[in-house]
């Protein structure tokens, strides 16, 4: 990055002599110019961007379908009730993704798989019971 003389002086609390503890945080040489630098130019930035969106995608994408599965099971619950039946099929039109659950408890037999405080277990053919954490009925 070229920088301008004049710009330097303006500038000059931004900059610093001390270069040997600041690197650039993708490639890891030491970076030279300004104190609040953080890469050594646009490749470096764009590398470092692109290798950390990588890395955090799926977590971000499970994420959003753990979010989608609960808002699911939260909608398919009837709130008067403490447990109330659906389908798989239903569920599974919903967009509701049966491999992604927070936890799970086997109970007499029966496994429930949660997405947070809401969960579910197999029931006869395509049903589905569904069931809300609460501390009194868990
Ligand atoms: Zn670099």
Redesign the pocket.
Known sequence: MYICKCLSKINYPLYTMETTSRI?I??H?KLRGRADKR???ER?RNAYNNNRNLLERPIKDINYILRRNRKILENELNKKSAQRKTTRSRLARLGFSFTYFTHFFSIDGNTWHFTYEYGYRAGDNDEILLVKQQDENW
Do not use: M
Request: net charge neutral; hydrophobic share 10%.
């Open positions: 650039c993708a490639c040489k890469y050594c130019d470096c």
